[in-house]
């Protein structure tokens, strides 16, 4: 969707929905990826699961190529976690990874309800070893500290993007 293309990733409660809402918000075009894009599948395959897993959660490889492909917007946000990430991050002008500290990440979880993603305890537990591990981030992506504001945070992505304009 647009003419440049970037990813904004990180562990679960780093920010990346409040993100999205803040660049919508300023006008930017960006997609919550969590809620346009994502689907429970195997990463390698694509094929749908029921499995309801954080392994599964994956997104449309082939609506986020479609959406790279067309150039209607000069700037697109895609804000969201992916486990098969490496199908579609070449697509991507840059990779924004939000990250926090244990105490900000742990702060963050405890608001989160039950019913959502983080809220039970084995949950929690499998996002605090996410967080120490990085293991289903990207690598080599711009690291911007999430716990700043909201309103520091889309700063920073927003300078670095317009750095990055071709």
């Known amino acids: 969707m647009g003419i440049r293309n970037y990813l904004i990733e990180g562990v679960s409660c780093t920010g990346k929905t409040s993100v999205c809402n803040e660049l919508q918000r300023r006008g930017y075009h960006a997609i919550h990826g969590d809620r346009e894009l994502a689907y429970q599948g195997d990463p390698e395959t694509g094929t749908p699961t029921d ?5 599964h959660h994956i997104w449309r490889v082939d609506k986020v190529k479609a959406l790279v492909a067309n150039q209607d917007e000069e700037v697109t946000f895609f804000c ?71 309103e520091h945070v889309v700063d920073e992505i927003v300078r670095h993007s317009e750095e990055n304009k071709r």
């Open 80 to 150: 969201g976690g992916s486990r098969n990430f490496p199908k579609f991050i070449n697509l991507f002008d840059s990779v924004f990874v939000l990250e926090v500290n244990l105490t900000t990440l742990n702060e963050r979880l405890d608001g989160r309800p039950e019913n959502e993603w983080g809220g039970k305890k084995s949950e929690r537990e499998r996002i605090v070893r996410l967080h120490q591990t990085k293991e289903d981030i990207p690598k080599n992506g711009i690291i911007i500290d999430a716990t700043a504001p909201i």
């Open 51 to 55: 499995s309801g897993t954080h392994e």
